[in-house]
């Protein structure tokens, strides 16, 4: 979990830095309530849960057959219908799913839909310890990580291989040791 949340820092951090250094153009956006703010082609900002929901189906429906799409959830509650038709979909066209989801009474619809999905497809686990952020992406594409506080979230959502694979290892190393 230390893994996670350091590497979350950094990208948080390096964003950021990133936005400081461009004279915070996305500030004024983020500010007047922008949910989705692209700060660079490759980088953008997610400041809100619905926003960041939206995103899931996205990525499901851009996984390609053979991708593999990863991810843990923090919260795994109140997801709309097209999250889990876009991820039965992507299924359907060959797409590979790690996902780890806690075990709590709240995530049980979410259980059981990722449960009943192809087996062959869809590896589900359960985390050891709690989760400080949500993690979601295709491997050697993009990622979306996303911390919630409340009824707030923010996210950063980036389609930048380098990236993509320092979450990619945080993700292994609790799958491996911290998911049962």
Request: net charge neutral; with cysteine.
């Amino acid at each position: 979990m230390e893994l996670v949340y350091y590497v979350v820092s950094i990208i948080i951090g390096v964003v950021m830095c990133f936005l400081a250094y461009r004279q915070l153009k996305a500030r004024p956006l983020i500010s007047a309530g922008r949910q989705y703010v692209n700060v660079h082609d490759r980088v953008s900002i997610v400041s809100s849960r619905v926003e960041a929901v939206k995103l899931l189906a996205e990525i499901n429906d851009a996984a390609q057959e053979g991708d593999i799409v990863f991810g843990h959830c923090r919260l795994g509650v109140e997801y709309p219908t097209e999250t889990y038709t876009s991820a039965s979909r992507a299924v359907s066209r060959g797409v590979r799913f790690q996902v780890i989801i806690p075990e709590r009474p709240e995530t049980t619809e979410l259980r059981e839909f990722w449960l009943g999905l192809n087996p062959e497809y869809v590896q589900v686990k359960t985390p050891t310890d709690d989760l400080y952020a949500s993690v979601y992406g295709i491997r050697e594409k993009e990622v979306l990580v996303v911390s919630h506080m409340g009824d707030r979230s923010i996210g950063i959502h980036c389609k930048e291989p380098v990236t993509t694979k320092y979450l990619e290892i945080a993700f292994d190393s609790i799958w491996k040791d911290k998911a049962k």
